[in-house]
């Protein structure tokens, strides 16, 4: 399986694990699944450490902003929610960057930030405000 997710309730936490090549409906299935879910957590962990992305392009990246717009029905669940994306390689990290870069142009009221290192994701999470 491409993509894993274990969920941390003590920290309203997701982590999503991504490995081997993914493709976008890889991607695309699993925010459908965090975002119907019958309880949102707060945070997000996208660790795309061991992920091969070769299979994407930057106008995915724009297919996932759109698809995340679909959910605002359910964004004051999370109001004030942030997403973590750990990107080892210049590809995850520029592919990232460009989902973060769409994000805030659409002004979702959540914080995407990319990371190259793991425990620096995990301490913006575990931040307040």
């Known amino acids: 399986m491409p993509i ?7 920290k309203n936490l997701v982590i999503y694990t991504l490995t081997g090549d ?31 992305l ?4 930057s106008s995915d990246m724009e297919s996932l902003t759109s698809l ?10 999370r109001k004030g929610g942030k997403s973590a994306v750990v990107a080892s390689s ?3 990290y520029g592919l ?8 805030e142009i659409e002004d979702f009221p959540t914080q995407l930030k990319v990371f190259r290192n793991m425990d ?8 307040d405000k």
């Open 120 to 127: 620096e994701a995990i301490q913006w999470l575990d931040q």
């Open 68 to 77: 995340i717009g679909q959910y605002t029905h359910r964004f004051e669940e």
């Open 90 to 92: 210049d590809l995850q």
């Open 22 to 52: 993914l493709t976008l409906d890889d991607i695309q299935s699993t925010i459908k699944s965090f975002w119907e879910a019958h309880e949102l957590t707060l945070n997000a962990l996208w660790d795309a450490r061991r992920a091969k």
């Open 54 to 57: 070769t299979n994407l392009k």
């Open 4 to 10: 894993t997710s274990q969920v941390d309730q003590t």
């Open 96 to 103: 990232s960057r460009t989902v973060g870069t769409l994000y």
